[in-house]
């Protein structure tokens, strides 16, 4: 009984230390979420995971999309930066380091790794169609980054594991081995591919949030998220219901982005018309010449007889 009791006290005492973590606050919403790993953890990670992808992706050989998706990409992680230095977050700085890339993959996709390494699909640019909601899909992503839902979601699979091991050890009462051993190791070992991770519905919803304002930061018009994720909702690749999804559903995500717009807008700074370029007309003046005609009149003398 008092065995019991010891492995009952050290589980909660566990969960506890657990759920302190470090809290981390997402700019813009503000929301405050416990992290279990540090971004040096994180880090290392998915720094491994993406030598490891960019081994296995064939780049793009389109030089043309290849460097759109550079620039807008650069465009934007500068906006977010300057951002982030203004408000209070000049030391997360030091956790990007952005790449984007253009892989040849037919997917609608893209994808980013914490540290800012972001990935493309050249199945994705038929559907952005322009350079402003190609910003809107970047946006999104670096979102992700800068909300550190990556390791969010791995805390998450962390506590799940800390709460396998001590419920282990509380029935188990006398296997001899520690509840809680390497719980990151463990986690990572297990298949936490960042590449293909599935953030949560309010993740997602998140990511939409602070991606449009990303965008409009970095003078792209967010009202162009609408007609994208309109044309994303008639591809018919997201009719499941939302309650299977880990996405949001298209009809709640624009409803969504409809309402935050006035908030994005604040953001945005339409560029400068361009001046016309005033016509010049030249008039060429037309020289007549008048040809004074002279008529010589011929005096007839007449010889008097």
């Not at 799940?160 to 419920?167: D, F, P, R, V």
């Not at 409809?258 to 807008?265: C, G, I, R, S």
Request: proline share 4%.
């Amino acid at each position: 009984m008092k065995k019991t009791f010891r492995l009952l006290f050290f589980a909660a005492l566990t969960l506890l230390t657990v759920a302190c973590g470090t809290t981390n606050t997402v700019p813009i919403t503000g929301r405050k979420t416990r992290l279990l790993v540090s971004d040096e953890q994180i880090l290392s990670l998915s720094t491994q995971q993406y030598q490891e992808y960019m081994k296995g992706a064939k780049a793009s050989t389109d030089q043309n999309n290849t460097m759109l998706v550079k620039h807008v990409g650069q465009k934007l992680a500068t906006a977010v930066e300057t951002f982030l230095t203004n408000n209070g977050y000049a030391n997360e700085i030091k956790n990007f380091q952005w790449e984007f890339n253009l892989v040849a993959d037919n997917q609608v996709n893209a994808f980013c790794m914490p540290g800012g390494k972001i990935v493309v699909y050249e199945g994705l640019l038929p559907v952005t169609q322009n350079e402003a909601s190609l910003a809107i899909v970047l946006g999104h992503e670096i979102a992700h980054a800068v909300a550190k839902h990556s390791a969010e979601q791995l805390s998450k699979q962390m506590r799940q594991q800390y709460a396998t091991k001590i419920g282990g050890a509380v029935v188990g009462t006398a296997t001899g081995s520690s509840a809680v051993s390497s719980v990151l190791t463990s986690v990572a070992s297990a298949g936490f591919n960042f590449a293909n991770l599935k953030y949560s519905r309010d993740n997602e919803t998140e990511a939409d949030h602070l991606g449009l304002i990303f965008a409009a930061m970095a003078g792209y018009d967010p009202q162009q998220a609408i007609p994208f994720w309109q044309r994303m909702a008639q591809l018919g690749g997201n009719k499941k219901s939302e309650f299977f999804s880990d996405h949001p559903s298209d009809e709640k995500r624009i409803a969504a982005l409809q309402k935050e717009m006035p908030e994005a807008l604040k953001y945005y700074t339409p560029p400068a018309p361009q001046p016309v370029a005033k016509k010049t007309t030249t008039t060429k003046k037309k020289t007549t010449t008048t040809k004074k005609k002279t008529t010589t009149t011929k005096k007839t003398t007449t010889k008097k007889k």
